[in-house]
């Protein structure tokens, strides 16, 4: 089991930055995948990018690739997404996932274990 727990979403203005933290809880966030995922209103959840075991492979969404970028911290079961260059169109509720496996990908159902979610708000 593994309990996923973000923070870090806010109100920003175009162009800013925020940087979300997924803390996991158990003894196993090494072995997990993570990803992040993300909900606008009115929209399907999509996938943002994605971050392998030992955070050396990192995959991104086009809509994101070069303003977005994960990373992880094993020893402190955390799981990061730093968001630069924001634009009106990132506004959504930004979810972490865990996915039991070498590589979750960008289909939702490949993860098992979800975060409550955390709203990122860009004003134009």
């Known amino acids: 089991q593994v309990q996923l727990v973000e923070s870090g979403g806010g109100l920003v203005q175009a162009g800013g930055s925020l940087r979300l933290s997924c803390t996991a809880s158990?003894?196993?966030?090494?072995?997990?995948?993570m990803g992040w995922f993300r909900q606008a209103p009115g929209k399907e959840r999509e996938f943002v990018g994605g971050?392998?075991?030992?955070?050396?492979?990192?995959y991104y969404a086009d809509s994101v690739k070069g303003r977005f970028t994960i990373s992880r911290d094993n020893a402190k079961n955390t799981v990061y997404l730093q968001l630069n260059s924001l634009k009106p169109e990132d506004t959504a509720v930004y979810y972490c996932?865990?996915?039991?496996?070498?590589?979750?990908?960008?289909?939702?159902?490949?993860?098992?274990?979800w975060g409550q979610g955390t709203q990122v708000t860009v004003s134009s």
């Open positions: 996932a865990a996915a039991p496996s070498y590589y979750g990908g960008d289909y939702d159902r490949n993860y098992g274990y």
């Open positions: 971050i392998g075991w030992s955070g050396a492979s990192t």
């Open positions: 158990g003894r196993t966030f090494s072995s997990y995948f």
